[in-house]
């Protein structure tokens, strides 16, 4: 994010997760303004998100998943490159998905254009996953009113009253409401969840290989 040119960044943590800012301290070390905000709706990532709008809601925004990590580097400054060259509302990083799918899939066009988001679907011929975003302040208004809308009834705290939202769902809304979505397509690109056991088996596996210089 810092190589994209993003000097002010939030961090949204979870309760108890102190070991966090406890690591990462002010962001000086990063040459970032960093800041951290806690999450408040358990209803899915989206209301986490929103969490930040009051801060960025006027601002061009990049997001990523602080468990998937991913390659290239410069992957951020592409989607922000993207979104100034086609004035899209949001610009998603696409990478080559991996079988087992769990992750939406996505269709676009020869343009670059998205088409449609399927969330976790059970079977596609689609090859393509999405894993960061950048969108403008259209998005962000359009998501925390939508959010405002589809927030579950009752206790917060009842599993039942958990109908938890996707960042999928929330962008194939905008594309159904007539927002403009694009892509960068890194076909080259890789990522791990290390959000999954393999993924983080093979996380600090590479990690130690290189560190050890073979």
Do not use: C
């Not at 002010?8 to 102190?18: D, F, L, P, Q, R």
């Not at 993207?82 to 676009?108: M, S, Y």
């Not at 927030?151 to 939202?165: I, S, V």
């Amino acid at each position: 994010m810092r190589w994209a040119g993003v000097s002010k960044a939030y961090v949204i943590i979870g309760k108890g997760k102190w070991d966090i800012p406890n690591l990462l301290g002010d962001g000086s070390s990063l040459d970032l303004n960093l800041a951290y905000l806690m999450v408040g709706l358990p209803f899915g990532p989206p209301y986490t998100l929103d969490q930040a709008y009051p801060f960025v809601h006027d601002s061009l925004v990049v997001m990523g998943f602080p468990d998937i990590l991913f390659q290239p580097d410069d992957a951020f400054e592409q989607l922000l490159q993207r979104q100034v060259a086609t004035n899209a509302d949001v610009v998603l990083g696409l990478f080559p998905a991996k079988p087992p799918q769990e992750k939406d899939i996505v269709d676009f066009d020869n343009s670059g254009k998205i088409e449609r988001i399927s969330t976790k679907p059970l079977a596609s011929n689609v090859r393509h996953t999405w894993i960061i975003a950048a969108w403008t302040p259209i998005f962000a208004r359009f998501m925390h009113e939508h959010l405002l809308a589809k927030k579950p009834k009752g206790d917060p705290g009842d599993p039942d009253a958990t109908n938890a939202l996707s960042m999928g769902e929330v962008i194939q809304s905008g594309i159904e409401g007539g927002l403009n979505v694009d892509s960068v397509l890194f076909s080259e690109g890789d990522f791990l969840d290390i959000g999954t056991p393999e993924d983080l088996l093979k996380a600090v596996t590479d990690a130690g290989i290189r560190d050890s210089g073979k």
